[in-house]
């Protein structure tokens, strides 16, 4: 049975995958009250585990590292109460092959080297070169739909990956290259980063120190 997270376990976590964010984003992330989530986080705040940092107009949330610890003890006793860890770390292992071809395809979106230069930036006007990228993504997107539908089973905050990952590649083949690789939009990349801090926070896991 699907299980729902705390408000203040969402609220800290949304902090921690989206890296730093404002509020509205923070609260947007799981769909969680605006106000209920400002003072959320400032309740964080006044423990230590976020900080809110502003510099030439905008602002936004970030955790500490006492944030960082307390989110991931939360997140463990959440996932021991449903009973999932197995479940988890069999989909981490299935997600790590598809994370290498997912950067892999990213860099390839970014870079076409060229006869005297490895290190060409893809002008984007090769469309064989773009269309074999999209097709690549396409078939992560594939591999993404079951391993989203197993989480989402464990806990409803991995539920939607699937679905942003899907509508990020339907615009970047339609024509708005932004959606493979940006920051500041919903991107496959994007979504992906996001999956990937997910599950390296729920298992307690070190990115750094991945295979």
């Known amino acids: 049975m699907t299980r729902d997270s705390p408000h203040d376990l969402l609220v800290l976590h949304a902090v921690r995958i989206t890296g730093f964010a404002d ?10 009250d605006a106000a209920e989530t400002e003072e959320a986080l400032r309740d964080a705040e006044a423990r230590g585990w976020v900080g809110h940092t502003a510099f030439a107009g905008t602002g936004g949330w970030s955790l500490t590292e006492s944030g960082r ?10 996932l021991a109460r449903a009973d999932g860890a197995d479940e988890v770390r069999d989909v981490y292992r299935e997600f790590l092959p598809l994370n290498a071809l997912l950067l892999q395809a990213c860099t390839d979106w970014q870079l076409r080297p060229t006869a005297g230069d490895r290190l060409a930036v893809n002008d984007h006007s090769d469309p064989a070169w773009d269309a074999r990228i999209l097709h690549e993504l396409a078939g992560i997107d594939r591999a993404l739909l079951p391993l989203a539908g197993r989480l989402g089973s464990v806990l409803a905050r991995f539920r939607g990956y699937d679905t942003r990952f899907t509508a ?26 996001e999956l990937h801090e997910d599950l390296i926070a729920t298992l307690g896991l070190d990115r750094h120190a991945e295979p």
């Open 23 to 32: 509020t509205p984003v923070i609260a947007h992330r799981y769909g969680l």
């Open 69 to 78: 610890v307390e989110n991931e003890r939360l997140l463990a006793a959440e």
């Open 168 to 193: 990020a590649l339907a615009r970047a083949r339609a024509g708005e290259g932004a959606w493979v690789d940006r920051t500041d939009v919903d991107s496959c990349h994007r979504v992906w980063f």
